[in-house]
């Protein structure tokens, strides 16, 4: 090997900046030696790298890549230790495939040889971190996973790595890094070079969407359910402006991301039942589970269009929601077609301004509503409703975006931009919002980044973890924790299946309690954040503009710990 050389572990950071990547979030462990040796070369001769962030908890290091792409769409990197680390951030790497996030998931392979190869095992965890099938841990939720050989196969592996994961429907994807493979050298020569693979970007079929427009062109009662947004900047408010020019009403049924303002005239709210039973025309944009069988009932002679990504969603075994029509392709192409392809088409204009009268009576009716029910239920102490109606408010006119986690409610909250909400994804791997909401808010500093979650997602989310890296990155996000000491999501499942069992009946539900609850303020203010406790229903429009305060002009991390009822 002729000219400057560089080892595989300090060739991974150089070739990552060249993929885009911005940062890397890292969780350390032995067999990172090369790699930080690697990195500590790369800053003597000034190359240029993507930020290496230590991130001690690998739960967060994911949830800060889920984040970071959330705003801007590019994958980002993150590096874990072994098999521990690795089984640590399994949980980040199915939020991202059930959300179709991209994320380059890379950890290190204890060293395969006992001694006579550098980088052979040193410490007792080479023969304890051992497995047979390291990459079983995350496999299921990746698009493709793979083990570094031979260094010289590192830049290559990378691009493709980078490509499948930016590829329609995006994911996470997985290599494993030996540290004996990682202490040899390549040439360093050519790591800063164009990526030699691009990512497939999924575009519709012009017939489907043809036969789409036709449908929606000469339905009755259209129907949208849309569940993670409606694409780009441009394609959202092409949404937007669509709907309202047709006259078809939207659904946010379990929304995880914004598709429609909530004050659109068309947007009719969270729950779809009263729409599919009269809709002639469904569609179903993106969703993973568009409805709930056994209790939303489908007008049996609609017709349903699937549109999205993977509109089938093909890693799920069982997902039987009937599609009449399938449009595979991203929605920030498919829904700019759609539009164009309606343009001109022949339209009952009476009917269409009737039903665009009658929409937007609804949907301001359901905001008045809303608005009016969370006042009225802070008679019996601080509701959901509540808190979430109040942070909306506090919110308005602010570029701003609540991740919430069995937290604020979409309705009672008003949100009207595109990227300004976010739920935990469908998957249920609690401890999302709070490091999301941190990768968001590296991404654009300027905006104000709000989780809110409920005490049991707080406690997941290794919170001592994340107030340790807000600190250290400057990072002031606002954390709103609706306590209830218990867990509410799991009361609420068991009250739906046995609404008259003897779990609801009893003093205190089993398996459901989390007192006595721990005073979270504290937690935070281990790392200097900013916290209150607000107990009562008349505080808590006060302390969320405090807090909101704070996190704009000390620019460090707020935390309220809001005594909520129980569901």
């Known amino acids: 090997m002729t000219g400057p050389t560089v080892t595989a572990g300090g060739a991974i950071f150089p070739r990552l900046k060249a993929l885009g990547v911005d940062y890397v979030f890292v969780n350390s462990g032995t067999d990172f030696p090369p790699i930080i040796e690697g990195l500590a070369e790369a800053a003597a001769q000034g190359i240029v790298l993507p930020d290496a962030l230590t991130i001690p908890h690998e739960h967060v290091a994911m949830g800060m890549a889920h984040g970071y792409y959330l705003m801007t769409g590019r994958a980002q990197a993150v590096m874990l230790h072994t098999n521990v680390g690795l089984a640590n951030g399994a949980i980040g790497a199915i939020n991202a495939a059930c959300e179709q996030v991209p994320v380059l998931l890379m950890s290190g392979r204890t060293p395969a040889t006992e001694e006579g190869r550098f980088g052979a095992r040193t410490v007792p965890i080479g023969w304890g971190q051992e497995m047979r099938d390291q990459a079983a841990l995350v496999r299921e939720a990746c698009k493709w996973e793979n083990e570094l050989r031979f260094p010289e196969q590192l830049p290559g592996l990378l691009d493709r790595a ?122 179903v944009l993106d969703s993973l589970a568009p409805w709930w069988p056994d209790k939303h009932r489908l007008n049996p002679d609609a017709k349903v269009i699937h549109i999205g990504p993977d509109p089938l969603f093909s890693r799920f075994p069982v997902r039987n929601f009937r599609a009449d029509l399938t449009i595979a392709g991203e929605t920030a192409l498919t829904i700019p077609a759609l539009v164009t392809a309606m343009e001109g088409m022949n339209r009952d204009e009476a009917a269409i301004e009737a039903r665009a009268e009658a929409l937007a009576e609804v949907s301001a009716q359901h905001r008045h509503q809303a608005t009016e029910a969370a006042a009225a239920g802070t008679g019996d102490g601080i509701t959901k409703a509540w808190v979430s109606h109040c942070l909306g408010r506090a919110l308005r006119g602010l570029k701003s975006s609540v991740f919430s986690e069995l937290g604020a409610i979409l309705g009672p909250l008003e949100r009207v931009a595109r990227n300004s909400w976010f739920q935990e994804p469908h998957s249920g791997g609690l401890g999302f919002s709070f490091p999301a909401a941190m990768g968001a808010q590296l991404a654009e500093p300027d905006r104000i980044c709000v989780a809110t979650m409920g005490d049991g997602s707080y406690m997941f989310a290794n919170p001592t973890a994340c107030h340790q890296v ?52 504290l937690t935070a203010q281990a790392s200097r954040a900013w916290t209150r406790r607000v107990e009562t229903a008349s505080d808590v429009p006060g302390a969320i503009a405090d807090a909101l305060e704070v996190v704009q002009t000390e620019r460090r991390c707020a935390l309220l710990d809001i005594q909520v009822t129980p569901d």
Do not use: K
């Not at 800063?192 to 969407?209: C, F, L, R, W, Y």
């Open 470 to 521: 807000a600190e250290a990155l400057g990072l002031p996000v606002l954390v709103i924790v609706l306590n209830n000491a218990e867990w509410g999501a799991v009361r609420g499942s068991v009250s739906g299946l046995y609404p008259d069992g003897s779990a609801v009946r009893a003093n205190a539900m089993p398996l459901t309690g989390l007192a006595p609850s721990p005073d979270f303020t």
């Open 162 to 283: 980078h490509a499948i994961a930016s590829s329609t429907p995006c994911g996470p994807v997985y290599l494993s890094l030996p540290r004996e493979v990682l202490c040899e050298h390549i040439a360093a020569d050519g790591l800063n070079v164009a990526p030699s693979m691009h990512p497939a970007t999924g575009a519709p079929d012009p017939e489907a969407i043809a036969e789409a427009a036709l449908m929606l062109a000469s339905a009755r009662a259209p129907l949208i359910i849309a569940q993670r947004g409606a694409g780009d900047a441009t394609s959202f408010a092409a949404f937007g402006e669509w709907v309202r020019e047709w006259g078809i009403a939207v659904s946010s049924w379990w929304a995880t991301r914004l598709a429609l303002p909530t004050t659109h005239p068309c947007h009719v709210g969270a729950d779809p039942a009263a729409w599919l039973e009269q809709a002639d025309v469904v569609v």
